[in-house]
């Protein structure tokens, strides 16, 4: 099936965290706790994927406080972490939420994410991903991890699907022509 067509069966993003949503790095502070920096278009990116009536997630290998505070402050309600064995997970989300895999785009930049991108509707990665992630995904964004790269991928698939310049209408002003 072309990539064109895949794109407008997609309902669910499932995103892996480290990598995709930050840029990779680990930053711990003196009481041992992880820093994460995200980035705030990733964020809206999200929020307007939402907005569309459609589900966003995430499947992280590593547990983490920061994720779990990031995802409420987004209002992602799937957020599965501490799997290292992602696929199962991702199967199970997709099941439970009464879906198809050929709904799903997957987004992972590592070897852990490597079946969920195979097994997704449509796989995707970040430019920085590893080269068996880059070769098995169906799209590799221009945006580095942690750079912007969901942003990137939401709009590739809002406007795949024609929804974008809707979604985005009430970012304008309201007295534009």
């Known amino acids: ?3 064109d067509a895949r794109i407008q069966k997609i309902e669910l993003i499932l995103s892996d965290v480290d990598g995709v949503l930050t840029d990779g790095g680990l930053i711990y502070g003196h009481d041992g706790r992880d820093v994460k920096v995200f980035h705030v278009r990733d964020g809206l990116g999200i929020k307007i994927w939402r907005a569309a009536g459609f589900h966003f997630g995430l499947v992280t290998a590593r547990s983490s406080h920061v994720v779990k505070v990031r995802a409420a402050e987004l209002g992602i309600e799937l957020v599965r972490q501490g799997h290292e064995e992602k ?10 939420l009464g879906m198809e895999l050929e709904q799903l785009c997957y987004i992972g930049d590592d070897l852990a994410d490597l079946a969920c991108i195979e097994a997704a509707g449509l796989g995707a990665t970040v430019a920085d991903g590893v080269a068996e992630v880059k070769a098995a995904a169906d799209l590799v964004t221009k945006a580095s991890g942690g750079q912007g790269a969901v942003r990137e991928l939401i709009e590739t698939l809002l406007k795949g699907q024609h929804r974008w310049d809707d979604l985005i209408r009430r970012y304008h002003w309201a007295g534009r022509s």
């Not at 696929?87 to 439970?96: A, G, L, N, T, Y």
């Open 87 to 96: 696929f199962p997970v991702v199967e199970q989300i997709v099941k439970d």
């Open 1 to 3: 099936m072309k990539l």
